[in-house]
């Protein structure tokens, strides 16, 4: 299996009466709706021919195989073959594996473990709260997911990968800082410099720029969270699902809340400045060595990487408790 947790494998906004395929950790999944809307996943590889599901289409309650169009229902039981005689029974063994989906905070998620009470999801207490407004999107990494959530809990590299979005390469000290564990996860809080704001912030922002707070968050075992306060009351929280796809790729499913400019016409900005972020961090990401950090004695570290360093070794810690990594997890 997996371990015991959820991944948020694709944004609701993109899920809609078209299958999906989405890959996890190796495994392929198909996602529809059924005709009430409410969306399923399922292996994609049909039992017939193993045609790929998520090429098929919807129909009914069902999503329907390309190849022959046998018919599945959430469940992943066939109900329908088309070349039988109406009369004949469906085989027993023509179903596909079925995992549990939630929708929750604009994003799909399933749960791949065996658990009859899957773990709580995240907390994302500010989504779907009055003032703020929400974006989506998705990123695609050629690095192990675990860089990917370092990456995004790295207080020192903003002035240097970052110079010409927020990072201020005059100020690269970061203070000192504590690590708050939380159940499942991490946390650690600082100011940092505010940048000069570009483009259409600087027509709402001038004079002092007072500093960011920025409160950096991990979620086991791959979801980053940050959350900045811009020191005018503005705020920005972007909350980062790393679904492993295999060993070396990682697709980030993001959504980012603001409590400004609370109307569509500036989610073209707000995505933009998101997407730019994470173009800055990629050749960084991508060219570190392949594969998982190693262990970090075999690294050198420093006051400011205990974040990392935090995750690092909670992953650690949870891989020997007996979860297989995303990356290693056996074909059923
Ligand atoms: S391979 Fe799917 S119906 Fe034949
Ligand atoms: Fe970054």
Redesign the pocket.
């Known amino acids: 299996m997996l371990g015991e947790c959820h991944y948020a494998v694709e944004t609701s906004d993109l899920l809609g009466r078209e299958p999906r395929r989405v890959v996890v950790a190796g495994h392929e999944i198909v996602l529809f709706r059924d005709a009430g809307g409410q969306a399923h996943a399922l292996d994609a590889r ?1 039992p ?4 790929d599901l998520s090429g098929g289409e919807t129909r009914g309650d069902c999503v329907a ?1 390309p ?4 018919e599945f229902d959430g469940g992943g039981a066939c109900t329908r073959i088309p070349a039988n005689p109406p009369d004949q029974r469906v085989p027993k063994k023509a179903r596909v594996r079925s995992w549990p989906t939630v929708e929750r905070y604009g994003l799909v998620w399933i749960y791949l473990g065996v658990r009859e009470d899957p773990p709580p999801l995240p907390p994302f207490p500010e989504f779907g709260q009055p003032g703020w407004r929400a974006i989506s999107g998705e990123f695609t990494w050629k690095a192990h997911y675990a860089r990917v959530v370092e990456n995004g809990l790295d207080f020192a590299h903003g002035p240097f990968v970052h110079a010409t979005s927020f990072g201020r390469k005059d100020r690269p000290e970061v203070g000192p800082y504590e690590v708050e564990e939380l159940e499942g996860g991490g946390r650690g809080e600082l100011d940092l410099p505010a940048s000069r704001p570009r483009g259409l912030w600087g027509l709402f922002q001038r004079g002092e720029r007072p500093p960011v707070h920025v409160t950096l968050e991990f979620w086991m075992p791959s979801i980053n969270r940050i959350d900045l306060r811009l020191g005018n009351g503005w705020r920005i929280v972007i909350f980062d699902c790393n679904v492993p796809v295999d060993g070396s790729h990682t697709r980030t499913v993001w959504v980012s809340l603001r409590n400004f400019f609370p109307g569509a016409w500036a989610d073209g900005n707000a995505r933009k400045r998101v997407m730019e972020v994470f173009r800055e961090d990629r050749p960084i990401v991508e060219a570190q060595a392949a594969g998982p950090p190693p262990p970090a004695a075999e690294q050198v570290s420093v006051r400011s990487d205990r974040l990392p360093l935090h995750y690092r070794e909670m992953r650690e810690a949870w891989l020997a408790s007996g979860h297989v990594p995303p990356e290693r997890a056996p074909g059923r």
Do not use: V
């Open positions: 049909c017939h021919r193993f045609a195989c190849y022959h169009g046998w």
